[in-house]
């Protein structure tokens, strides 16, 4: 519930402290006096947006502070989700700045304006005087049915099912708009990659096959060079191998009396043996190299396939092209994988759709079994309300699209005097539509907790026996539910558990606006000027007496 509401430096308010009863506050004043300067204040708080035009003076800041008690759960986690103080009480704050910029602050926390109109949802139902354009959106009017219903549980749930379901799609298009773009390429990945398991290269093929290339082509040059090693050391009239050998044995008959040169025969036995490797080793070589014509042009087919592929994909060696190669089995893959996974997530699209349809269908249920109840409500308060002649009914289709709202589309349906039924939005007045939506509210608030009600004039175009209605319907609303009330009906006003007077004044030789809460005898006197005017009659003051009661 709203408890205080301090307002500095705002319009024609210079500062103002108002504390407001838990049941039923009306603020009446002369037209012009700022009543609805209060409801702007508000507004402000409530995360509406600022404007410096509307500062009293323009070389200070405008405070605006409104402090709300409320230990509702919704409100405690919105304060924990927003990590915000949590209490029992509420203080919103917001301070419009000279230079035109402002500062929100929920319980001394800076807060941003969609902050505060989150906050404000659980906290405040503000209707203003043109808010029954509210009646004529469906949205509103579903919401009206669901509050009825006691929807809420079943459609959080079911809207975030819808989220997820929304996504599911998204990313389902996504798959298959990627699904198509991929076909397009696969026909020629396809084609590049068959061309390369044709050639069905080894690793590092290309490369050995150029060293063999270079080889064979220089086969004669290098036999020449190995068989001049060769003659020279096994052939020729006096072969390095024989001389070694020969020297190492006339060596050895003189070991025996130089012990030093022991070590020094054992070295060129050893540089023997490996010489005599080297050898044939040599031989094996010599052997092994020959020109062959026909293996010389199988190796430079083989070098022109792979150089011609590897110009063709811009690479320079063989573990590249065979990456190529691998990465476009993975693309002609990717397809087939994407295709599995389109058809699986298809499937798990249909079973949250079918899913959906099922919790819609429960929420469509619900919304219908209270259109009688309803509806009977409404006509009965009707002709309570000085519309006797009116008749009122809730026409509800379903579609077959889903919406976050479900499958139902709902039609608020008017007829004023037992003519056609027709759209509210279309034949209603606006007088009508405000008991009409008088009453609405005062339906829902005994079937969901709404948070404080705040109406500005919303008994505009109603007066006589119809305002002591729409007053004792508040007056009954009020028993449960915090009420600020701005009117211009003595009847309504009458009802008054506190009432507030507004008024001018004159400060300084400039009007501001003061606002008063009047005792008993000033309450009567209230009511009896707005009856009779200015100097009120004792008549007037025994019609005031009688409405009070």
């Known amino acids: 519930m709203l408890q205080q509401l301090d307002i500095k430096n705002y319009a024609i308010i ?26 702007g204040a508000l507004s402000l708080v409530l995360g509406d947006r600022a404007e410096t035009s509307m500062l009293l003076d323009k070389e200070k800041k405008c405070i605006i502070e409104a402090l709300f008690n409320d230990r509702g759960k919704a409100l405690k986690s919105f304060l924990q989700d927003n990590e915000l103080d949590t209490g029992d009480e509420v203080i919103v704050r917001r301070e419009i700045m000279p230079n035109g910029k402002s500062r929100a602050f929920i319980n001394d926390t800076p807060a941003s304006l969609t902050q505060l109109k989150e906050l404000s949802s659980f906290l405040v139902d503000l209707h203003r005087q043109f808010d029954t354009l509210e009646l004529n959106k469906k949205d509103f009017q579903l919401e009206v049915l669901d509050a ?26 996504t798959l298959r708009d990627e699904q198509e773009r991929m076909s397009q390429e696969a026909d020629y990945n396809r084609f590049l990659f068959e061309e390369l398991e044709k050639a ?13 290339s270079r080889l064979i082509s220089n086969a004669e040059n290098i036999k020449n060079t190995l068989s001049e090693v060769l003659f020279f050391l096994n052939e020729g009239e006096d072969p390095m191998l024989n001389q070694l050998k020969s020297r190492i044995s006339r060596m050895a008959s003189v070991v025996s009396l130089v012990p030093a040169l022991q070590q020094i025969e054992e070295r060129l036995q050893s540089s023997l043996i490996e010489l005599k490797d080297i050898s044939y080793e040599l031989e094996k070589v010599n052997d092994e190299i020959s020109f062959n014509e026909s293996h010389m042009a199988t190796i430079n087919a083989r070098l022109d396939l792979g150089n011609m592929l590897m110009k063709k994909h811009k690479v320079q060696t063989t573990a590249e092209l065979l990456a190529i190669k691998e990465e476009l089995n993975g693309k002609i893959n990717a397809v087939a994988d994407l295709t599995g996974a389109i058809e699986r997530m298809d499937k798990e699209a249909q079973v949250l759709l079918s899913t959906l349809r099922q919790a819609a269908g429960k929420i469509s249920e619900a919304r219908s079994k209270q259109i009688p109840a309803f509806s009977k409500k409404v006509n009965n308060l009707l002709g309570i309300v000085g519309m006797p002649n009116a008749s009122f009914k809730v026409e509800l289709t379903k579609r077959e699209q889903l919406t976050e709202s479900g499958t139902d589309e709902v039609e608020f349906l ?28 005062s339906l829902i608030a005994r079937s969901v907790s709404l948070p404080t009600l705040i109406f500005d004039e919303i008994d505009s175009g109603i007066s006589g026996e119809a305002s002591k209605q729409v007053a004792n319907i508040i007056k009954e609303l009020s028993n449960e539910h915090q009420i600020i009330l701005i009117t211009h009906q003595p009847q309504i006003a009458a009802k008054a558990s506190i009432h507030f ?49």
């Open 414 to 441: 008017f007829n004023a005097n037992k003519t056609t039924f027709q759209p509210v939005r279309k034949v209603a007045s606006g007088g009508e539509l405000s008991r009409l939506m008088l009453i609405i509210k």
């Open 148 to 173: 009825l219903a006691g929807n809420e549980p079943g459609l959080h749930k079911y809207q975030q099912l819808f989220n997820d379901y929304k996504l599911l799609r998204q990313r389902l298009e």
């Open 200 to 212: 069905n290269f080894g690793p590092n093929e290309i490369e050995d096959l150029e060293t063999e």
């Open 14 to 39: 210079d500062s103002l402290t108002i504390q407001f009863a838990d049941n039923l506050n009306i603020i009446t004043g002369e037209t012009g006096a700022g009543k609805s300067i209060l409801m």
């Open 501 to 549: 007077y507004v008024y001018k004044e004159m400060k300084g030789g400039k009007v501001r606006t003061g606002i008063k809460k009047l005792n008993h005898e000033e309450h009567l006197h209230a009511i009896a000027t707005m009856l009779s005017g200015e100097n009120p009659t004792a008549a007037a003051f025994e019609n005031a007496r009688e409405l009070m009661n």
